[in-house]
Nanobody, 125 residues
C-alpha cells in the first residue's frame, strides 16, 4: 500500500497563514523527493515547491518564493508546506507528491509517481 494524505487546508483571510501536512505510508517517503502542487478551477496543475529527501535542498515557484516554506520530517514520514501572507490568488486545491525526480523534472507533475487526494485552500479578501 502506497498512500499520501494531505491535511491542513481550509478557509483563511487574505494575509493569513496555513500549514499543510502530507503524511506518507507504504515505504515511499525515502528516498523520494516531496513536492507540492496546486490547481485552481480552469487552470493546469502548477508546481509550488519541492524538498529533497535530506530536507536540505528546496526549490520554489517564483509566485510563492519568500512566502511559502517547504520542509519534511522523515522520522514522522511527513512533509509540510507553511504558507504565509496568503492572497486570493493562492486559492486552489493543493496536492502533495513524491517521486525520484531529477533536477530537470522537479517542476513537472508527470515526474512524480505518488500523489495525495488534495486539500482545498480558500483565501478570502
Amino acid at each position: 500500500q502506497v498512500q499520501l494524505v494531505e491535511s491542513g487546508g481550509g478557509l483563511v483571510q487574505a494575509g493569513g497563514s496555513l500549514r499543510l501536512s502530507c503524511e506518507a505510508s507504504g515505504s515511499i517517503f525515502s528516498p523520494n523527493a516531496m513536492g507540492w502542487f496546486r490547481q485552481a478551477p480552469g487552470k493546469e496543475r502548477e508546481f509550488v515547491a519541492v524538498v529533497s529527501w535530506s530536507g536540505v535542498t528546496t526549490y520554489y515557484a517564483d509566485s510563492v518564493k519568500g512566502r511559502f516554506t517547504i520542509s519534511r520530517d522523515n522520522a514522522k514520514n511527513t512533509a509540510y508546506l507553511q504558507m504565509n501572507s496568503l492572497q486570493p490568488e493562492d486559492t486552489a486545491v493543493y496536492y502533495c507528491a513524491a517521486g525520484s525526480v531529477t533536477y530537470g523534472s522537479k517542476r513537472l507533475p508527470a515526474a512524480y509517481e505518488h500523489w495525495g487526494q488534495g486539500t482545498q485552500v480558500t483565501v478570502s479578501s
